[in-house]
C-alpha cells in the first residue's frame, strides 16, 4: 500500500513509515487538481485539507483528526488495516526507502561506541546512509502500534520488528 501524503502531515507520514508503509510526503493544492497524481491502486492521498472534498476523488481521505497518532489511527480504521499488513520499522523514517541489512564491521565509526558494542543488527538506508539498529525506541514505537491496533479491536498478531 502507497500513501501520498500532504506536506502538513509529515509526523503522519513518519508514523506510517514506522508501520512500514511506502509514504511519500507531497504538497497539494485544491485548486490545482492537475498538478495531483492520477488514481492508481492501492494508493491513498491523505490531507486535512477540506477544500479538497470537490475533487471527488476515490483514494482520497480527508482526515479529521489534529495529531499524527490520531490521523494514524483514522487511516487504520478507514482503511481497516490490522497487523498483518504492517512491517514494522522495515522503512527509513526519514527517506521512505526500504532498509537493507548491515554488516557490523561496516557501522563501527558511524554509530555511538556503546551502540557498537551493544548490538549485532545493523540496517542502512541506501538513500541517506543513515545507520539504525534495534535500540530501546524499538519498544515504544511497537508499544503505540500495539495499542493503536488494539483500539480498533485487532488482537490477532502484535507488530513486531520486521526489518530486513
Known sequence: MIFLVDFPLGG????????????????????????????????????RQVA???????????????????????????LRLSA?????????????????SLSRDLVQGRVPEHVFLHHRRFYECP?????????SHIQGITGALRDQLEQLGDRGVAPRNNRP
Not at 498483518?84 to 537493507?100: A, F, G, I, T
Open 52 to 78: 479538497c472534498q470537490r475533487l471527488k476523488r476515490p483514494d482520497l481521505l480527508i482526515l479529521a483528526a489534529p495529531d499524527p497518532e490520531g490521523q494514524l489511527a483514522e487511516v487504520m480504521q478507514r
Open 12 to 47: 503522519l507520514a513518519k508514523w506510517l513509515r514506522f508501520c512500514g508503509f511506502d509514504a511519500t510526503l507531497m504538497r497539494l493544492a485544491p485548486d490545482k487538481p492537475g498538478s495531483w497524481p492520477p488514481p492508481r491502486p492501492q494508493t491513498h492521498i491523505l490531507t
Open 127 to 135: 538513500r541517506c546512509h543513515r545507520v539504525y539498529w534495534p535500540g
Open 84 to 100: 498483518r499488513h504492517l512491517k514494522p520499522l522495515s522503512r527509513c523514517s526519514h527517506c521512505n526507502d526500504p532498509l537493507v
